[in-house]
């Protein structure tokens, strides 16, 4: 079972920046891959960023593309998403997912390991 807690999340003004954090801990021995999600009231989860399988490749949403990155330390068991140039449209709870098998990064459905997600709000 790996656990996953995320944090860094807040009130920022648009244009603004956030980096949010999610350290994993349990079986994390076994190879998994990370990904970010969000979702905003009424709306479905939506997909932001994830690292391909292998690890070389990371892919991401189209609303976030060139504004938000995500990277890892793996010493540390943790994976970051820097979010800048942030617009009130980002507002919503980010999750932290993890997949252990090979499945597409971009499809909530194949994450079996979430975070309890942590609040975003920007403020025009």
């Known amino acids: 079972q790996v656990q996953l807690v995320e944090s860094g999340g807040g009130l920022v003004q648009a244009g603004g920046s956030l980096r949010l954090s999610c350290a994993a801990s349990?079986?994390?021995?076994?190879?998994?891959?990370m990904g970010w999600f969000r979702q905003a009231p009424g709306t479905e989860r939506e997909f932001i960023a994830a690292?391909?399988?292998?690890?070389?490749?990371?892919y991401y949403g189209d609303s976030v593309k060139g504004r938000f990155t995500i990277s890892r330390d793996n010493a540390k068991n943790t994976v970051y998403l820097e979010m800048n140039s942030l617009k009130p449209g980002d507002t919503a709870v980010y999750y932290c997912?993890?997949?252990?098998?090979?499945?597409?990064?971009?499809?909530?459905?194949?994450?079996?390991?979430w975070g309890q997600g942590t609040q975003v709000t920007v403020s025009s």
């Open positions: 997912a993890a997949r252990s098998i090979p499945m597409s990064a971009m499809t909530s459905s194949s994450y079996d390991h």
């Open positions: 349990g079986r994390t021995d076994s190879t998994i891959a």
């Open positions: 690292f391909s399988w292998s690890g070389a490749t990371r």
